[in-house]
């Protein structure tokens, strides 16, 4: 039997189960080590080469205010559970920008983020939903570039986001990461 959610705008009575589930979700599977120790390899020959790496930098805890951090946040609701989140920036972190490229600098741009599902509803059509929730919301306020980046090695990310019409728009290194950056033209019908 399929899981029945819905999608609904975050609410701060939701903050203590997003929280939970921000520390939930693992970012890789088991069966991704192979990828993962290949994108490691990667990210260390970027280091000593230079080319495209630079040092990790935290980032803030913008899971813990919402509202300043984020132009839009819904969750996906199972059974009672938040199952499934997922935010939408209009304004940007320094560093937080594809490679070569000045996006962040741009009117019309949007970044997805902290899209998680929870690891029982993965697979039933919540990231995928959640996606498409934040390229609608997009679409109605009328922006261009709708921009999101994920690790090299999360393969089942990357497929949904290629499904959806991201096209892969540049790779850079951060400490043991390669993140493959995404757009979407909202634009194009």
Do not use: K
């Not at 959610?5 to 701060?12: A, D, G, K, N, S």
């Not at 970012?27 to 230079?50: I, L």
């Not at 970044?111 to 929870?118: D, G, P, T």
């Not at 959806?164 to 634009?187: I, K, M, P, Q, T």
Request: charged share 30%.
């Amino acid at each position: 039997m399929p899981l029945r959610f819905t999608i609904r705008p975050y609410e701060p009575a939701d903050q203590h189960a997003i929280e939970a589930l921000e520390h939930r979700v693992e970012v890789y599977r088991p069966e991704d080590a192979t990828e993962v120790q290949a994108m490691r390899d990667r990210a260390a020959r970027a280091r000593e080469s230079g080319a495209g790496w630079s040092p990790p930098q935290p980032e803030p805890d913008d899971i813990r205010d919402i509202g300043r951090w984020y132009a839009a946040f819904w969750v996906a609701v199972s059974e009672g559970a938040v199952t499934g989140m997922v935010g939408v920036r209009t304004r940007f972190m320094p560093g937080s920008a594809p490679p070569r490229d000045d996006w962040h600098r741009r009117d019309g741009i949007a970044e997805l983020r902290r899209l998680r599902v929870a690891p029982e509803a993965q697979r039933t059509g919540i990231g995928t939903a959640l996606t498409n929730v934040v390229i609608e919301w997009c679409r109605a306020q009328g922006l261009r570039v709708l921009y999101l980046h994920t690790t090299a090695a999360q393969i089942p990310a990357r497929a949904m986001y290629e499904r959806l019409g991201f096209r892969d728009v540049g790779h850079n290194f951060r400490g043991d990461f390669e993140s493959v950056w995404y757009a979407l033209d909202l634009e194009a019908t």
